[in-house]
């Protein structure tokens, strides 16, 4: 029997019931409830990460996404929400930096480039710099192939189907969901061990990454210590704050941006608004302020 004959007669959440793939079957019947703004169809959805997606997107309830374990799915969740809301500040709780630059562009905060300024790796700024000024011609100031190809292909494609998990517009006010197909965060088992194996490499980039990675698999913030470039050292720090809940990492951290940036993820982690009081700029502070309070109980 054809696929047309199966699908005849059927709604569209009936069509998407019929994919074999639970994934791509959650993802199908999550952008019918984004597109028709209904929070009864997220009900439909089988995966629990992606029903509490669904409605954290549906309602632009950014306490929800707190719930999501998966780091990868609570940052394609905090993407949504900032879409949905038009809140670029959401977009900072984004660990992801792919999910993060493209977030900023893609909820208000188009031209902004400063958004990019905590990017460390040369090739990735630029390519961030190129993403939020949509300007294509700085994708040829990209020395690294793969991501000169990369900011080709993100300029180049139609807003429904670029790499980041991305929303298009379906009538005014309405937007879908694209699934997310960044590489996976490392699992704690795949992460390298601490001491030996990250000290026994020559590389300085490649031991700075093996510390910082250390670090956030076991949330010790003394691995950072190792660290020896300052803006990865930074960083590290920020990472193990957000999965931690402590905001008091943060001090530590020189970068201004990499440090707001932190206190922003510890307070969001942490449902504790008292370290948004430290972040410089204000724009964090206030969208810090405010959601971080959403997610405190009896507020």
Same mark, same amino acid.
Do not use: G, H
């Given at each position: 029997m054809s696929a047309c004959l199966t699908t005849e007669g059927k709604t569209p959440v009936e069509k998407c019931g019929l994919l074999g793939n639970p994934d791509h079957r959650d993802w199908c019947i999550m952008n019918i409830a984004i597109s028709s703004k209904d929070a009864g169809v997220c009900d439909l959805v089988g995966g629990e990460d992606w029903k509490t997606s669904c409605l954290a997107a549906v309602n632009g309830d950014f306490a929800l996404c707190e719930k999501i374990a998966n780091r990868h799915w609570k940052d394609a969740c905090y993407y949504n929400v900032a879409q949905r809301n038009g809140d670029s500040g959401i977009c900072y709780a984004i660990s992801d930096l792919y999910y993060r630059s493209g977030c900023f562009k893609d909820a208000g905060a188009e031209g902004d480039v400063s958004v990019c300024d905590d990017i460390i790796e040369p090739n990735q700024m630029m390519w961030c710099y190129a993403k939020v000024t949509n300007d294509i011609l700085m994708c040829d100031k990209i020395k690294e192939d793969s991501w000169k190809r990369q900011c080709?292909?993100?300029? /180049?494609? %139609? %807003?429904?189907?670029?790499?980041?998990? /991305?929303?298009?517009t379906t009538r005014a006010g309405a937007s879908t969901a694209s699934a997310p197909t960044t590489t996976r965060p490392l699992t704690t088992s795949t992460r %390298?061990? %601490?001491?030996?194996?990250?000290?026994?490499?020559s590389d300085p980039v490649r031991k700075d990454m093996c510390y910082s990675e250390s670090a956030v698999s076991v949330r010790d913030r003394r691995l950072c210590d190792?660290? !020896?470039? !300052?803006?990865m050292r930074g960083a590290c720090l920020r990472d193990v704050a957000s999965s931690s809940g402590d905001s008091s990492l943060c001090r530590d951290i020189e970068h201004d941006k990499i440090r707001d940036a932190c206190y922003f993820e510890a307070s969001m982690a942490s449902r504790d608004p008292a370290g948004c009081g430290k972040i410089l700029d204000e724009k964090i502070r206030e969208s810090c302020e405010r959601y971080s309070r959403r997610g405190l109980p009896n507020q």
């Open positions: 080709f292909e993100d300029l /180049k494609e %139609p %807003p429904a189907t670029t790499t980041i998990s /991305k929303t298009s %390298p061990r %601490p001491s030996i194996v990250c000290a026994d490499m190792m660290v !020896q470039n !300052q803006y």
